[in-house]
């Protein structure tokens, strides 16, 4: 159903018979020959390299070597035009009934159309929001969350075995702040202290956690242990029953949060388990038994003099050796494990339950963290294991344009939830996923509410509610046409014959190949690029038939052309669904 693939595979066929006529030498890699849209739709339908990658080894110049390509090309099935551009590229037209045959695929596969084999089943793991449960979601969890999300639905499409997995970072120190937090909350809901206390004992302790969320912890925690932690001041009493409630009331929040915004995960673990299994140990034992690890002094950190460091003795990782620019400690002058020897252990549980492909969805503030972890896997699979950490940018919060106040609720930060309840959980998929994760985002309630063509998300949802309306009024017109899918199919797709028309079927056929890129490079914002673009020339056609009376959808005297018509408006229509479905978003019937 890849048309660009089929291509692909016949220009390796001329290649290869060129190669068998001594016209080409042997043992060409034809790896990196692509067959692909060009950038300019005059130039043609198919674009293609194969000259200028295959020139150098073959040993002719590319734009011998380009002629001589082009007149085998001419005379492949459905390729009716041949030419050679600039330096040595080839660009070839095909005939239109290979655009017609596309959307039979679309009409025959239905949402399954674009799914892929290109990850032959290899198991992948994909991380993603492991926020801190420390309170609840902010707009930064909620892009990293739908990018991860999203990402995992595409990779799932592309044929990978995708597992989506959420690690509970609840075993530093973050959770005993926060437990100390819940602790002033608690006295003031048992009233043995004043709000002013509570503030007074936050700000001393130098806690960031003191928003409103921790009344309703406090609340339950009274209600299921009464004043049993009132009296005592030894944190050791008090800390670990209070951190173990809060990260679970936090988990439950965090895990509703995720519901509303539809996100799902397969696996949830949790780092104070990995310390409590005793995994930390072992992991590093498992880099020391390698030769991975030794006792030696760190550099003095980045903007402090020499006279200002004090050189200690601590357990270093050979980062170097996998590509980090330093080696890290592991373990602290005090005997104490590092944060990153967490992270070690946790990526070789990860290993260890057969995960050698892996990718983790990190805020901006974690990239200098990026390279450590990926030379401790490295480290940990003998550089047979891949990690890709994909960084995602600040979201900031606007209306017209103004920046949206603080949630009453977290005292700091806009929440997950207050996005949600504002504009729907579908309208912050799609926006969170317009542009690249690496790039800051503007999210304007107003602009994302607009019904106009600067709204990514109405445009592309209002190209799939006309096109259902066009089937309600067909319903009407054609009352005994068969109008399902197999139906369509059979229609008399010749009738198809605007360059409009031929130009939306190019791209429906494109829609497979699109999938398989953006999977391949993780990148799900390729999508909403794609969609937009097919939303604009499915409205583009629209346009034209309402000026041209012969080009509406619908012709009542001519149910042949009315119903060739209507195969290429639900071919849009299953594939604008198909990359919602992706997003997590539900495609809408009609536009209120």
């Not at 990779?155 to 075993?171: M, P, S």
């Not at 949206?404 to 806009?414: E, I, L, P, W």
């Not at 119903?563 to 290429?568: N, T």
Request: glycine share 8%.
């Amino acid at each position: 159903m890849n048309i660009f693939a089929t291509l692909k595979t016949r220009i390796e066929a001329v290649i290869g018979a060129l190669i068998a006529e001594g016209l080409l030498p042997h043992g060409l890699d034809t790896s990196k020959v692509s067959a692909e849209p060009p950038r300019e739709a005059s130039h043609g339908d198919v674009a293609t390299n194969a000259a200028m990658v295959l020139a150098k080894p073959a040993g002719k110049p590319p734009k011998e070597l380009a002629a001589l390509l082009v007149e085998r090309l001419k005379k492949v099935p459905d390729v009716t035009e041949a030419s050679v551009a600039g330096p040595g590229f080839i660009n070839l037209k095909l005939a239109d009934e290979i655009w017609r045959s596309g959307l039979r695929d679309v009409l025959a596969a239905g949402s399954s159309y674009g799914d892929s084999t290109a990850g032959k089943g290899e198991k992948i793991n994909v991380e993603y929001v492991s926020a801190n449960p420390t309170g609840p979601m902010h707009v930064g969890h909620a892009r990293g969350a739908v990018v991860g999300d999203a990402l995992a639905r595409l990779l799932a499409k592309a044929g990978f075995a995708v597992t989506k997995e959420y690690y509970i970072n609840d075993a530093g120190g973050q959770v005993d702040h926060v437990a100390r937090a819940l602790r002033a909350r608690y006295l003031q809901a048992l009233g043995k202290i004043t709000e002013d206390n509570v503030q007074g004992l936050l700000a001393r302790k130098e806690i960031m956690y003191g928003g409103d969320y921790l009344v309703p912890v406090a609340t339950a925690l009274v209600a299921r242990d009464g004043d049993k932690w009132a009296a005592s001041t030894d944190e050791k009493v008090w800390i670990p029953p209070l951190r173990d409630f809060t990260v679970a009331y936090m988990m439950k929040m965090v895990k509703e949060d995720l519901a509303a915004l539809g996100v799902q995960h397969d696996i949830f673990s949790s780092e104070k388990a990995l310390v409590d299994a005793g995994k930390v140990d072992n992991a590093l034992k498992f880099l020391a038994d390698s030769g991975l690890t030794y006792t030696g002094l760190l550099e003095p950190p980045k903007g402090k003099a020499p006279d200002d460091w004090e050189p200690r003795p601590q357990l270093l990782f050979k980062a170097t050796d996998f590509g980090d620019e330093v080696d890290r400690p592991v373990k602290k002058s005090d005997g104490s494990w590092t944060y990153f020897a967490g992270d070690i252990a946790y990526h070789k549980d990860k290993v260890d339950r057969g995960f050698n492909n892996l990718v983790n969805v990190w805020g901006a503030d974690h990239g200098g963290y990026v390279k450590r972890v990926q030379a401790a896997l490295k480290a940990l699979t003998d550089n047979k294991g891949a990690l890709d950490v994909q960084l995602c940018q600040m979201v900031r919060v606007l209306n017209n344009g103004e920046p949206v106040k603080m949630s009453k609720r977290a005292g700091t930060f806009v929440t997950l939830r207050d996005l949600i309840d504002e504009v729907g959980k579908d309208v912050v998929r799609f926006i969170m996923l317009t542009r690249k994760n690496d790039a800051p985002l503007d999210f304007d309630y107003a602009k994302v509410m607009e019904k106009s063509r600067e709204n990514p998300v109405f445009y592309v949802q209002y190209a799939h509610a006309r096109g259902r309306s066009v089937f309600r009024h067909a319903k009407e017109m054609f009352p005994t046409a068969d109008l399902s899918d197999a139906g369509l199919a059979k229609a008399d797709l010749a009738r198809l014959t605007d360059p409009d028309e031929i130009g939306v079927l190019r791209a429906l056929a494109n829609w497979p190949r699109t999938i398989e890129g953006a999977a391949l490079v993780h990148e799900p914002h390729r999508l909403a690029t794609y969609m937009y673009d097919l939303a604009a020339q499915f409205h583009g056609l629209w346009n034209k038939g309402n000026d041209a009376t012969e080009l509406r959808f619908l012709q009542a005297g001519d149910q042949s052309v009315s119903c060739a018509r209507l195969a290429l408006v639900r071919g849009v229509g299953l594939v604008i669904a198909s990359g919602l479905a992706v997003f997590g978003v539900e495609p809408v019937e009609e536009m209120r």
